[in-house]
């Protein structure tokens, strides 16, 4: 199976602050990774070191077969980001965001007028193409925002609570396209305080004051803690955090 | 009397181009626990805004402990607390400022309600010269409702209190929320997590400015219309694939550990069909039993019959 994020001992401090202290796991080609954890226990410092935004202290990581130390740069070509707060230029159109993003990651012109076709047909947005994105409800800005985290087949698309607020039917119809990119070999790195979502995970990594506490699969899990659903095992391991999400 | 009373309230925005609220009415019962449940662009916030006088409806009237919303604006603002779903305390002034800032504007002082805060502010206290803006969202959170608090109002608002807040932090609000309502308080809370619906007395399922549903959360699941069935095998993703191409399927869709569906005619011979249908897919370890509908499921249900709003 192919490794398509590895770390080890992966550290972020700040001052003598431990955000991140010394974690290790590996994520494979295609696989939907859940990454979940209380807020305040390191998630968004783990993933920002992954995406090549932020130097860790100490450890090694290695991202699409990239060094996170030496080419943080190369990193951000070959992944796809998404989050709830910001994903695409609300004073853009629909169109005119797909090509910005598929611009950016360098797509030809060729390849841009394709995709754009592409993307608006599967998402069904044709008579929505030249409207502002502000204007999409909630839901539909989501998917488009996804498509777009994925316009340039990056091996890897980081998710960051990519489901917050909208309805229950969307929330599938969304996990209904992790799903598919996935098919696609699209390594999916996924965090969520949606614990329903977090049984759709192939695998997921529970994060406690810094420190991977648990992973595994969601059954495995389940039969360790001796408990029927997710929600139980987090409460589990998030009860033992001593820092508080201060 | 009615804590909380709407009759036919409509509001638009943009001279009319955007519907938020459309005709609606009920009322909350003092001492309620009442939850708006719907995603984000429901018309949730217009309500809360309506209620707490900060925004005039286009048509309609309401009324909070029997004051109209319009006429005596200035003696609902007295007595109610509001939480909006954007942190609004002041970022750079600390937390016992905060505090002693809307404590002051109520006329009051920390001093004279403090049994009012106290259980929620000893978690607070650690962090009491610390500016707001500094503060942690499940600290912020806390906060905001100390200050929601501190004049005794009579009725709550809260609006999306634990969006983005962690499952832990989330129950921790319900607990504080059950011995507010154990003090008489009426409490309004919007959520868009379905799982915090049924700690409520009476939820309306709200999408496209419309009450879909407004009942108990027991009698919201009991309404439910079909059997519900929850599906699961060794792989979960070939299995939805798979039920979603039978004919006899009405709808399907991932529900945690298991996949949710009905069946347009749910009888004996239909359940032994699908069953015997999957097991030919090559299903294995196949589980397939009726279940409890939850109020998400409800939720869903009432969305399939809306004309696509959420796409």
């Given at each position: 199976?192919?490794?398509?994020?590895?770390?080890?001992?992966?550290?972020?401090?700040?001052?003598d602050?431990?955000?991140?202290?010394?974690?290790?796991?590996?994520v494979?080609?295609?696989?939907?990774?859940?990454?979940l954890?209380?807020?305040?226990?390191?998630?968004?410092?783990?993933?920002?070191?992954?995406?090549?935004?932020?130097?860790?202290?100490?450890?090694?990581?290695?991202?699409?077969?990239?060094?996170?130390?030496?080419?943080?740069?190369?990193?951000?070509?070959?992944?796809?980001y998404?989050?709830?707060?910001?994903?695409?230029?609300?004073?853009?159109?629909?169109?005119?965001?797909?090509?910005?993003?598929?611009?950016?990651y360098?797509?030809?012109?060729?390849?841009?007028?394709?995709?754009?076709?592409?993307?608006?047909?599967?998402?069904?947005?044709?008579?929505?193409?030249?409207?502002?994105?502000?204007?999409?409800?909630?839901?539909?800005?989501?998917?488009?925002?996804?498509?777009?985290?994925?316009?340039?087949?990056?091996?890897?698309?980081?998710?960051?609570?990519?489901?917050?607020?909208?309805?229950?039917?969307?929330?599938?119809?969304?996990?209904?396209?992790?799903?598919?990119a996935?098919?696609?070999?699209?390594?999916i790195?996924?965090?969520?305080?949606?614990?329903?979502?977090?049984?759709?995970?192939?695998?997921?990594?529970?994060?406690?004051?810094?420190?991977?506490?648990?992973l595994?699969?969601p059954?495995?899990?389940?039969?360790?803690?001796?408990?029927?659903?997710?929600t139980e095992?987090?409460?589990?391991?998030?009860?033992?955090?001593?820092?508080?999400?201060? | 009397?009615?804590?909380?009373?709407?009759?036919?309230?409509?509001?638009?925005?943009?001279?009319?181009?955007?519907?938020?609220?459309?005709?609606?009415?009920?009322?909350?019962?003092?001492?309620?626990?009442?939850?708006?449940?719907?995603?984000?662009?429901?018309?949730?916030?217009?309500?809360?805004?309506?209620?707490?006088?900060?925004?005039?409806?286009?048509?309609?009237?309401?009324?909070?402990?029997?004051?109209?919303?319009?006429?005596?604006?200035?003696?609902?603002?007295?007595?109610?607390?509001?939480?909006?779903?954007?942190?609004?305390?002041?970022?750079d002034?600390?937390?016992?400022?905060?505090?002693?800032?809307?404590?002051t504007?109520?006329?009051?002082?920390?001093?004279?309600?403090?049994?009012?805060?106290?259980?929620?502010?000893?978690?607070?206290?650690?962090?009491?010269?610390?500016?707001?803006?500094?503060?942690?969202?499940?600290?912020?959170?806390?906060?905001?409702?100390?200050c929601?608090?501190?004049?005794?109002?009579?009725?709550?608002?809260?609006?999306?209190?634990?969006?983005?807040?962690?499952?832990?932090?989330?129950?921790?609000?319900?607990?504080?929320l059950?011995?507010?309502?154990?003090?008489?308080?009426?409490?309004?809370v919007?959520?868009?997590?379905?799982?915090e619906?049924?700690?409520?007395?009476?939820?309306?399922?709200?999408?496209?400015?419309?009450?879909?549903?407004?009942?108990?959360?027991?009698?919201?699941?009991?309404?439910?219309?079909?059997?519900?069935?929850?599906?699961?095998?060794?792989?979960?993703?070939?299995?939805?694939?798979?039920?979603?191409?039978?004919?006899?399927?009405?709808?399907?869709?991932?529900?945690?550990?298991?996949?949710?569906?009905?069946?347009?005619?749910?009888?004996?011979e239909?359940?032994?069909?699908?069953?015997?249908?999957?097991?030919?897919?090559?299903?294995?370890?196949?589980?397939?039993?009726?279940?409890?509908?939850?109020?998400e499921?409800?939720?869903?249900?009432?969305?399939?019959?809306?004309?696509?709003?959420?796409?």
């Open positions: 199976m192919e490794t398509v994020i590895k770390t080890k001992d992966l550290t972020k401090k700040f001052g602050f431990v955000a991140v202290d010394k974690i290790t796991f590996e494979h080609k295609g696989e939907i990774f859940g990454f954890g209380a807020n305040g226990a390191g998630k968004t410092t783990a993933m920002r070191m992954l995406c090549g935004l932020s130097r860790p202290t100490s450890g090694e990581a290695m991202v699409a077969g990239i060094d996170v130390y030496h080419k943080p740069e190369e990193i951000k070509k070959n992944i796809g998404m989050s709830q707060k910001f994903s695409l230029y609300e004073d853009l159109t629909v169109l005119e965001n797909i090509k910005f993003y598929a611009g950016i360098g797509l030809s012109d060729k390849d841009i007028k394709e995709k754009s076709d592409e993307l608006v047909e599967k998402l069904g947005l044709q008579s929505q193409v030249k409207k502002l994105v502000q204007g999409l409800p909630l839901g539909w800005r989501q998917k488009l925002a996804f498509s777009v985290a994925i316009v340039h087949q990056p091996k890897i698309v980081f998710l960051d609570e990519p489901t917050g607020g909208v309805d229950p039917s969307t929330r599938k119809q969304f996990w209904d396209m992790i799903y598919d996935s098919e696609k070999g699209i390594t790195f996924v965090t969520t305080h949606y614990l329903d979502e977090a049984e759709y995970c192939d695998r997921i990594c529970i994060m406690v004051d810094g420190k991977i506490k648990a595994d699969t059954s495995q899990l389940k039969q360790n803690y001796k408990v029927n659903n997710i095992v987090f409460y589990q391991l998030a009860r033992t955090a001593k820092r508080g999400d201060d | 009397m009615s804590a909380i009373t709407l009759n036919n309230i409509t509001k638009t925005y943009n001279k009319g181009a955007v519907l938020a609220v459309d005709d609606i009415s009920f009322s909350v019962e003092k001492g309620e626990l009442f939850g708006l449940i719907g995603p984000d662009g429901a018309g949730k916030t217009s309500i809360f805004r309506i209620l707490t006088t900060l925004l005039l409806p286009d048509k309609g009237s309401a009324t909070v402990v029997g004051n109209d919303v319009v006429k005596d604006f200035h003696k609902i603002r007295g007595i109610v607390g509001y939480m909006p779903g954007r942190f609004s305390l002041y970022q002034l600390t937390v016992e400022e905060n505090l002693n800032f809307f404590a504007v109520f006329g009051t002082t920390v001093k004279e309600n403090y049994d009012q805060i106290k259980d929620i502010y000893v978690m607070l206290e650690p962090f009491k010269d610390r500016r707001a803006g500094k503060l942690s969202g499940g600290m912020k959170q806390k906060l905001a409702l100390c929601a608090l501190i004049h005794k109002p009579e009725v709550l608002f809260l609006d999306e209190p634990t969006t983005g807040v962690d499952v832990v932090s989330r129950k921790e609000f319900w607990e504080m059950a011995r507010l309502k154990a003090q008489g308080i009426t409490i309004m919007s959520t868009s997590y379905m799982d619906a049924t700690l409520c007395d009476r939820i309306a399922l709200i999408l496209g400015g419309k009450i879909l549903s407004l009942a108990t959360p027991e009698e919201t699941i009991k309404a439910y219309p079909e059997k519900l069935y929850a599906v699961k095998s060794s792989n979960m993703h070939k299995l939805l694939k798979d039920i979603r191409t039978n004919d006899e399927i009405l709808n399907c869709y991932a529900a945690g550990e298991y996949i949710h569906l009905s069946l347009k005619n749910a009888t004996k239909n359940e032994n069909s699908l069953t015997k249908f999957l097991a030919e897919k090559g299903e294995s370890d196949l589980v397939f039993k009726e279940t409890t509908p939850t109020v499921d409800c939720f869903i249900r009432l969305l399939g019959n809306t004309d696509g709003n959420s796409n």
